[in-house]
């Protein structure tokens, strides 16, 4: 794995290197950032209920991660970020111009390298970057008068975050010629434990005392976005959480005394504790199915992230 997870980074580097100096340096400005690699190591370790080393598997990894990081700097964008992997964001750095076409060039060559992998290939790749626009436009637009808070926010976790990790077990399994029915249920699994991965951080950023979820505790609160452990007291009539539900619908963007009393709060409300219930189903949910596949040390691969994405909370 760790071999070709060194092979999907040279790939990646090569293949956003332009002729153009400005957009080469823009395009692997995130690229040499770093990050997990998350979407590409589950197509390399889908690919094992098959052949790994099909032809097909290192360059849709380097789809996926593609896709991914051209995400980011719109991303950035849209939220007028400063840092993004602790360095300056392509938005800060450059300007927001070049960052969206930055993104707009990452989107364009994993579209060239999907050419090659075939019009199925092709077909899943926009479907999924279908549900990544439409999560992102959601998330924007907020829920409806008459819709359900939470349901929402689960859809947009679902489109905006689990869709691409779903296509990265895709792509590894398929590619990689295992059984369909195999196929599908990687996709599946892949799709909960991409939810069960954003509950996670979403219940990190409140619960966490450092920078362990990749950004400074109390961002989502500070910037107005409701996760899961906010719609659970949102949800509630208790009189005693009175204050916190009116601090959840205050805007803390600019009030840090008013922050760091929503934080306190919330950390130490049961939402916390059902939050983290909600984790572990997504997690078990996602192990139920990968109980299904053959018995290969993938599978006990997959059936550890399960555990990562639920013992990450503390």
Do not use: M, Y
């Given at each position: 794995m760790q071999q070709r997870l060194t092979a999907v980074e040279d790939h990646l580097l090569d293949t956003v290197r332009s002729?153009?100096?400005l957009l080469t340096e823009a395009s692997r400005h995130l690229v040499e950032a770093g990050g997990k690699r998350f979407r590409p190591m589950l197509v390399l370790l889908a690919a094992h209920f098959g052949d790994p080393a099909a032809p097909g598997v290192i360059p849709s990894a380097v789809v996926v991660e593609l896709t991914h990081l051209a995400t980011l700097y719109h991303d950035d964008v849209m939220d007028e970020a400063p840092l993004r992997r602790g360095e300056l964001s392509a938005n800060s750095r450059w300007t927001n111009t070049v960052a969206i076409l930055t993104g707009d060039y990452l989107f364009a060559r994993a579209s060239d390298l999907l050419a090659d992998l075939g019009p199925e290939s092709v077909r899943i790749q926009a479907r999924t970057f279908a549900r990544l626009v439409r999560?992102?436009?959601q998330e924007t637009v907020g829920p409806g008068p008459d819709a359900d808070p939470?349901?929402?926010y689960l859809q947009v976790v679902a489109d905006k975050t689990a869709s691409l990790i779903a296509t990265s077990g895709q792509f590894g399994a398929m590619l990689a010629g295992a059984p369909p029915h195999v196929v599908d249920t990687v996709t599946s699994a892949c799709e909960k434990i991409g939810v069960a991965f954003q509950l996670s951080d979403d219940i990190l950023d409140i619960?966490?005392?450092s920078d362990q979820s990749g950004k400074t505790p109390g961002t989502d609160l500070r910037e107005g976005i409701r996760t899961l452990p906010v719609h659970h007291v949102l949800a509630g009539t208790d009189p005693a959480d009175a204050?916190?539900?009116?601090?959840?619908?205050?805007d803390l963007s600019d009030d840090d005394a008013l922050h760091a009393e929503a934080l306190t709060l919330l950390r130490a409300h049961p939402a916390m504790a059902r939050a983290r219930a909600d984790?572990?189903?997504?997690?078990?949910?996602?192990?139920?199915?990968l109980r299904t596949l053959p018995d290969v040390p993938a599978r006990s691969a997959f059936e550890s992230l399960c555990d990562y994405v639920v013992s990450r909370t503390g």
């Open positions: 002729e153009d100096t999560g992102q436009i939470l349901k929402h619960a966490s005392e204050r916190l539900r009116d601090l959840l619908r205050a984790l572990a189903q997504w997690a078990e949910d996602a192990r139920t199915e």
